[in-house]
């Protein structure tokens, strides 16, 4: 074996640790924003059969956006942080910013 084939064979291990840590790490956020999507679902719901039944709920508009902020801020206390790595930026920002 030469070098230059001793050299793609390192680059390619390094690739394929590094699609590892990204799956690992996209598999983490997935997880915490799954949990807390149930979490707000339940608030959601509750509010939507109680408007479904005719109450009228006061400060629905602050209701609303509180459901939404705590989400954001339990995805920010129990996703890890991306640490300075892109690629994980990109998928903690898409899990943020998507939904």
Same mark, same amino acid.
Do not use: H, W
């Given at each position: 074996?030469?070098?230059?084939?001793?050299?793609?064979?390192?680059?390619?291990?390094?690739?394929?640790?590094?699609?590892?840590?990204?799956?690992?790490?996209?598999?983490?956020?997935?997880?915490?924003?799954?949990?807390?999507?149930? /979490?707000?679902?339940? /608030?959601?719901?509750?509010?939507?059969?109680?408007?479904?039944?005719?109450?009228?709920?006061?400060?629905?508009?602050?209701?609303?956006?509180?459901?939404?902020?705590?989400?954001? /801020?339990?995805?920010?206390?129990?996703?890890?942080?991306?640490?300075?790595?892109?690629?994980? /930026?990109?998928?903690?920002?898409?899990?943020?910013?998507?939904?």
């Amino acid at each position: 074996m030469n070098n230059n084939q001793s050299i793609l064979i390192i680059l390619i291990v390094l690739s394929l640790l590094l699609y590892v840590v990204s799956a690992s790490y996209s598999a983490t956020c997935d997880s915490a924003f799954c949990r807390i999507f149930e /979490e707000s679902t339940k /608030e959601i719901v509750e509010l939507k059969s109680n408007i479904d039944q005719g109450v009228c709920i006061p400060q629905l508009g602050q209701k609303a956006d509180q459901i939404c902020n705590s989400a954001l /801020e339990k995805f920010s206390q129990q996703a890890p942080l991306p640490d300075e790595d892109k690629a994980k /930026e990109a998928i903690y920002d898409k899990k943020v910013l998507k939904n």
